[in-house]
């Protein structure tokens, strides 16, 4: 039973797109907004993340009811951290607005002004597997700034888009697109 109002699909099924790649519209371009859905990597951690998470509380629950305080509060302690990072995890990624682009990461934050920015671009170049260690070659979205300094926004092979190269090319597009609206030449 579908339940369109629980969904951000709203837009897409007055217009007949069904495919679940297309990309969310955005309407206030003055909000950061992700341009694109976060992947079944990332959703999916997330989801065991808070089943976990929802057995610690369960667990918790037993222990407070037996009477030892202390344990149930340290479950509790743990708990609240795996639903932190759960929660974290699905925020990491590109956002942009028309201010700026932001690269969320998972302990910290990256927030590039439009004026401050050179070029937004696709390049060829060794990537990180799910964020791992391992190097493969790939594609990446790639932030010059003024300086020189260049900021990695998105790779082909993170947890939003391995296995799925259109909704890459389609989301390092859109990222683009923003890029050359709002940054002055």
Not at 65 to 72: M, V
Not at 81 to 110: D, E, N, P, Y
Not at 123 to 129: C, D, G, K
Not at 164 to 182: H, I, M, N, P, S
Request: glycine share 8%.
């Amino acid at each position: 039973m579908p339940l369109p109002f629980l969904t951000a699909d709203r837009a897409f099924e007055a217009s007949g797109e069904t495919s679940d790649d297309v990309a969310l519209p955005f309407d206030d371009h003055d909000q950061w907004r992700r341009p694109y859905r976060p992947g079944p990597w990332r959703v999916g951690a997330s989801a065991l993340l808070l089943l976990l998470a929802s057995f610690i509380l369960l667990a918790t629950m037993v222990i407070a009811f037996a009477g030892a305080l202390p344990g149930a509060g340290l479950c509790l302690g743990i708990a609240v951290l795996l639903i932190t990072a759960a929660l974290r995890m699905l925020r990491v990624g590109a956002w942009v607005s028309k201010h700026g682009l932001r690269r969320v990461g998972f302990f910290a934050t990256t927030t590039v002004a439009w004026d401050r920015a050179t070029t937004v671009r696709t390049v060829q170049q060794p990537v990180r597997w799910l964020g791992l260690p391992r190097t493969v070659q790939g594609q990446a979205l790639v932030l010059a700034r003024q300086g020189g300094e260049q900021l990695t926004l998105l790779t082909d092979h993170n947890a939003d888009f391995l296995s799925r190269v259109e909704a890459f090319d389609r989301a390092a597009d859109t990222v683009e697109a923003w890029g050359d609206e709002y940054r002055r030449a």
